[in-house]
């Protein structure tokens, strides 16, 4: 039940200003800030999502156009977006079904790789790919609908912490009064820096070229990634009808150099690199999108709620941390932000606001642990197959066969990976 009261105006010499009261107010227009706004707001909660550009819906993708920006969603994820009423809504034709991963070592042998299969691991798929514009243009469409959350296109310039809640001054000059904010405006967070909540931030001097291909060989519902020397990653990723999405992560000087490639340019690329085995296994790859790239780096917020004196504003996806996409789990750690929050805050005791620091402590302690393992290994990961010594080959190669040979170690990983969350 909503603990919000009604707006109040207060009398200034000067004008009337208009006090919005709600009990949650969501900052931060991307992905997990919609899915938490909605999933707030199904709780009953009185909820205002704000952010620039809100008023201006994403549009359904195109038959034959693919967004630029493609994502990996868990089986977690899944069950989210299945509890927030999202995933039936979506159009599957769209969805791809990842069913096997493959992962290749830079030495181009056949024992330097791991095959990780949903069959072996008794689950349906080990992941979807899918559009972040296709997600977006659902979510927006059922906030339509939810008469308990208010969209509102402004930006928030200040924002005042007290006993009782939270204040947000916004650009046009409203206010918003809020028991609970939570923080989901991206890396960069504001109000993460206003609350005075430090980051340790790491530059991977990396960045990531991403583009959509056709391929003339059918890619098995595979998802394939190869260690190159030198550190680089390419990662295919599958999408219907014979396409695939490319992330290569890749040093500044590369990635400048990749968006100057034309289509013979990329063919020869693709033939030089992993020994001809990406062409080998995916066949002429055809550009269908134009390619864009953005850098990489680690982010970990030292805490996921603040401030530290009097804690009123939780952090949540981007906000909170920033990953490597080797693993392909950014999207998802932030969307498990999401869903522990909403089941904190649905199984919350009758007495407690949704800003009680009991709540905001178990909601940090629950995320810091499961982010802090998967940014960990993630980080080392990446800087193992950057190594460049014969020792560092020779140990990370020896351990994806390793890995690869290991039943138990290999159901682990996809464990972890699948995020599965209890909505109970």
């Not at 156009?65 to 989210?80: D, E, H, K, N, V």
């Not at 980051?199 to 990531?208: G, L, N, P, R, T």
Request: charged share 20%; proline share 4%; hydrophobic share 40%.
């Amino acid at each position: 039940m909503s603990n919000a009261n009604q707006n109040i105006s207060l009398k200034t010499s000067a004008n009337l200003t208009q006090i919005r009261i709600v009990d949650v107010a969501v900052v931060g227009g991307g992905i997990a800030g919609k899915a938490c706004a909605l999933g707030l707001a199904q709780l009953g909660l009185q909820t205002v999502h704000i952010a620039p550009d809100l008023n201006e819906f994403t549009p359904a993708p195109l038959c034959d156009q693919w967004g630029q920006r493609i994502y990996a969603f868990s089986p977690g994820t899944q069950q989210l977006l299945a509890h927030l009423q999202i995933w039936d809504a979506l159009d599957q034709t769209r969805m791809q079904p990842v069913r096997d991963m493959r992962i290749f070592g830079d030495r181009g042998e056949q024992n330097d790789q791991l095959h990780l299969s949903a069959f072996e691991a008794g689950t349906p798929q080990l992941a979807w790919i899918g559009e972040s514009n296709l997600i977006e243009h659902t979510l927006d469409q059922a906030s339509r609908f939810q008469n308990k959350l208010d969209r509102i296109s402004d930006a928030v310039e200040k924002v005042t912490v007290d006993a009782n809640g939270v204040t947000l001054q916004l650009q046009t000059g409203d206010t918003i009064r809020a028991l609970l904010v939570v923080a989901a405006d991206g890396a960069n967070s504001p109000i993460r820096s206003e609350l005075g909540i430090l980051a340790s931030v790491e530059s991977y001097s990396q960045s990531a070229v991403v583009a959509n291909w056709l391929c003339t060989h059918v890619h098995l519902e595979t998802a394939y990634q190869w260690f190159l020397p030198g550190g680089d990653i390419v990662a295919m990723l599958p999408l219907p009808n014979k396409q695939v999405s490319m992330v290569w992560s890749t040093s500044p000087e590369n990635a400048t150099e990749l968006l100057k490639l034309d289509q013979a340019g990329w063919s020869d690329k693709f033939f030089a690199i992993a020994g001809g085995k990406i062409t080998h296994q995916l066949g002429v790859l055809t550009l269908n999108s134009a390619p864009a790239a953005f850098p990489l780096r680690k982010i970990r917020a030292e805490r996921f709620i603040g401030p530290e004196h009097n804690p009123k504003v939780a952090l949540i996806g981007d906000a909170a941390h920033v990953m490597h996409p080797l693993a392909g789990q950014g999207l998802n750690l932030g969307l498990r932000d999401v869903a522990t929050l909403l089941n904190i805050l649905g199984k919350r005791e009758s007495f407690r606001l949704p800003n009680d620091l009991v709540l905001l402590r178990r909601y940090e302690r629950q995320r810091q642990g499961d982010t802090s393992a998967l940014l960990w290994v993630t980080d080392k990961l990446k800087k193992l197959f950057s190594g460049t010594t014969g020792t560092e080959r020779q140990l990370r190669n020896w351990g994806l066969g390793l890995v690869n040979r290991s039943h138990f170690i290999k159901q682990r990983l996809i464990e972890r990976a699948l995020g599965e969350v209890d909505f109970e």
